[in-house]
Each structure stands twice: as C-alpha cells, then as structure tokens.
C-alpha cells in the first residue's frame, strides 16, 4: 500500500501532484511519502503485537535524515552498517539503545564510536571482529553487547546479488564454527554474549527460506544457552520482499510476524527485525523527464534525464521499476514500445527493454515507482551529473530534504595541486 494516485488527471504523492514537484524541483529527483513510511512502520509493528519487538529499520534502504526522523517518531530503531549510519541515525533522533551495528568490516574506530554511544549490539560477523572488538571494548571501558551473525546455509531465493546466507557467501560466521566462536566471546574480556543473529537476504518472495533459517537458528540458541551462555534475543534481519509490479505478491507482514511468532514461541527472546526495502521501498518515487526518442533499426529509444547514476537497481540486478506518466494517460491515448535508457555513457544505462508504455512525447514526465529503497543512497555524480535531490511530502505540503548540489559543491572537494597551476 502506498500513497501515490491520479487525482484530477495528474499522478499524486499524498496532496500534492508530482507536476508541481518537478516543476519546483526539477528532474531527476526523488519524492517520499510521508504516509506511506509511517504506515509500514506502523503495520509492522501491528503486525508484532504482542511480541517483544525491537524494530531497528535498517538505514541502508533509505538513510535521508528526514526519512530517518520521521521513523525515528514512529519508535524505530535502526540497524546500521557504518559509522556513518550511526551518527545519521542519532542525529535523526533514534536512541543509541535502539540501535543495532551489522557488517562484515567493521573499523576499530567504528567500534569505538558505538561503544561511546552506548548501542544496543554488535551483530559479529567473524573472529577476527570479535578479537579486535573485545581489544577495543576493553580500551574504551565499555563492555559490547554481541550476537554472532551464523550463516545458516540457507538459500533465500531472490536474486544472487541480494543473497547472504549460503555458505559461500561473505556473511556470517560459518555454521560450524558458531559455538566454538560464542565459547571464546564468553572468555574474551569486554564482550557480553545477547543473542544471535541472522540475514538471509533481501527482496524475499517466500517465507519458506526464512522460516528455515530461523529454524536453524532457534535451536542453535537453544544448544547455547544450554552451554551457559545468555542467549536473550534473536535478530532475525531484513529481507521482506515488496512488490514491484502487478501480479508480485511478496507474504504479507502478518504471515511473515507469525510465523516467527511461531518459531520463537515459549523461549522469551526479543525479537529484533532489521526491515529496510518494506519500509521505504513503495514510500518513494523518482520524477524524470522525457528528453529524446531515437528510433533505431529495431527498437525505439526513449531516453530521459535519469540515470544510472540517480537509479542504479536496473542496472546493477535487472531491476523492475514500474514506469507512469504523471499526466494521466485517458483511455483513447496510444501506446508504444520502449527501451528506456538514460544519458549516461554506459550501455547498462537502461531501465527497461521492451516496455511498453503510454506514447511519450519529450518534456512529459514521468515517475519510476516503488524507488524509496536503495534509490537515491546508491546514487554517484558520475559523468559529472548533480546528485539527486528528494523531497518529502506530507499530507499537501512538501519540502527539500536535500537539494541539487551547485557545481562549486560538486567540486569544493577537490583541489589542484599549486605545481599544476603555476605551470600553467
Ligand atoms: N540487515 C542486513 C544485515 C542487511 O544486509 C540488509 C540489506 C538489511 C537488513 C535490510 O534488508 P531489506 O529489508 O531491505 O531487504 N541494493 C539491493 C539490496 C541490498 C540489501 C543489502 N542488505 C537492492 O537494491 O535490491
């Protein structure tokens, strides 16, 4: 469910039409709703009535501070990856004891940072980490919250790129080494064992994968405490899958909370989730504007003034992104087949092969929807474009949460050298 209609002939975010945006704006540009994020949050915690539920939303998807703060009044926490995303998410206004720190490459500064802030766990994802983590700990004289994060050898299904919990994959520590490795956090100094952790991956269209995991995990937990060692919570990560056209139908939030309701059920565990995509996926938008068609041979370019640099998930995983006008299209106007691509100087700068759209003339514009996760965090400034703005809207009003850069900004960073200038 999202907040994005036709209403009066022009495609909405909440009450303010797309055509006003981008006319302030300008394209490309991303647009959220407001609602929209509000409203996954809220499902999901309706969803986990009942249990005990940390929701640390996992900043990745979506790490804008206004994004991040209008969760943060929702009561989520954040999963972050980065020093980055810690200092983001407490500038926001999420509590430092809401907030979980994942990732395989985790810094001692990093580490350090956390431990000041007083975070809520380390998700470890090796013995290296843990070794350095305990060092650490023990320098800044605070002890650190851990989970190991197991890889459960586990195939979540959905594209291999997004796929983390096989045994091939970088994440985790190898199923068979967890116990050995929780036996030596409970003798290392500074470390104080909370839980375990799980990520299978991410656009997940099947609990199946997920329960297995879980599965897994729960009587791993089990086995560890029998060993002595204080297995409070399960974190059971991200990787709710979302739909992103007509006839996808990702589980819902309820299946997916009862189902580890029911795995979980009678052994008192806090549960914590690390939803990302769910939540800011359908909530934005990027606006665009049609600049060009180009008919070749056998096909017929559409090209438009986003690129792969403001929206790389077609190129990176074969993304889909459904593609609307925001001039509502009325039942007689004609239809067309495009490749869609954008002006980058890259042949994966294309968005969809073969779709056909409702004809496009240049200057219309256009929204690719479902684009609030992983859009505008993964862009770049390559080719020497502006990096995209977003805009937040709420109810009928909207604002700038961050505005196209000016060239001076883009280049303030750089510097040459005073020999290059004196020779010239
Ligand atoms: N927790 C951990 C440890 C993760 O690595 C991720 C995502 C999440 C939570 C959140 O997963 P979500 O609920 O959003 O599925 N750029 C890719 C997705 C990469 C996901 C990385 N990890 C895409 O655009 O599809």
């Known amino acids: 469910m999202h907040h994005f209609n036709y209403s009066g002939g022009h495609l909405h975010c909440e009450g303010v039409s797309l055509e006003t945006v981008a006319g302030d704006v300008g394209t490309p540009c991303y647009v959220y709703s407001s609602a929209t994020l509000v409203r996954h949050a809220n499902v999901i915690a309706e969803a986990f009535r009942g249990q005990s539920v940390l929701i640390a939303y996992s900043v990745k998807a979506n790490g804008n501070l206004a994004v991040l703060a209008t969760l943060a009044a929702q009561g989520c926490g954040a999963d972050v990856v980065s020093g980055g995303e810690l200092m983001r998410a407490r500038k926001a206004g999420i509590p430092a004891s809401k907030i979980v720190f994942s990732g395989v490459g985790k810094t001692a500064a990093e580490m350090a940072l956390a431990l000041e802030q007083g975070i809520h766990q380390f998700n ?26 197991v890889n459960p050898d586990v195939a979540a299904g959905g594209h291999p790129n997004i796929s983390t919990g096989k045994s091939g994959d970088k994440f985790g520590v190898p199923w068979g080494e967890a116990e050995a490795l929780y036996a030596e956090a409970a003798r290392l100094p500074g470390i104080r064992t909370v839980g375990v952790d799980v990520h299978i991956g991410s656009q997940i269209g099947d609990l199946t ?216």
């Open 124 to 149: 470890v994802e090796s013995a290296g980490e843990l070794r350095l983590l305990s060092e650490v700990a023990v320098k800044v004289g605070r002890d650190a919250p851990i989970a190991l994060r």
């Open 209 to 424: 994968p997920m329960r297995a995991a879980f599965e897994k995990v729960v009587t791993l937990a089990l086995r560890l405490r029998g060993q002595g060692h204080d297995i409070r919570r399960i974190d059971v990560g991200g990787g709710l899958g979302i739909p992103y056209k007509d006839g996808d139908a990702p589980p819902p939030p309820t299946a997916y909370a009862a189902m580890i309701a029911e795995v979980t059920a009678g052994h008192g565990f806090e549960v914590i989730l690390e939803p990302g995509r769910v939540i800011a996926g359908n909530a934005g938008v990027l606006l665009t504007t049609a600049l060009y068609e180009k008919q070749a041979p056998d096909r017929t370019f559409l090209i438009i003034d986003a690129g792969m640099n403001d929206l790389i998930r077609p190129a990176l995983y074969g993304a889909h992104h459904d593609i609307l006008p925001l001039a509502e299209p009325d039942a007689g106007h004609a239809r067309k087949t495009y490749d869609v691509v954008g002006p980058i100087c890259e042949s994966t700068d294309k968005f969809a092969s073969e779709r056909e759209l409702p004809e496009v003339a240049p200057g219309d514009r256009l929204a690719f929807m479902s684009a609030g996760a992983y859009g505008a965090v993964l862009s770049s400034a390559y080719n020497a474009r502006p990096l995209v703005p977003e805009v937040l809207v709420n109810g009928d009003r909207y604002d700038i949460i961050r505005r196209r850069p000016t060239f001076e900004e883009m280049t303030g960073l750089e510097h040459v050298p005073e020999w290059l200038t004196m020779e010239a």
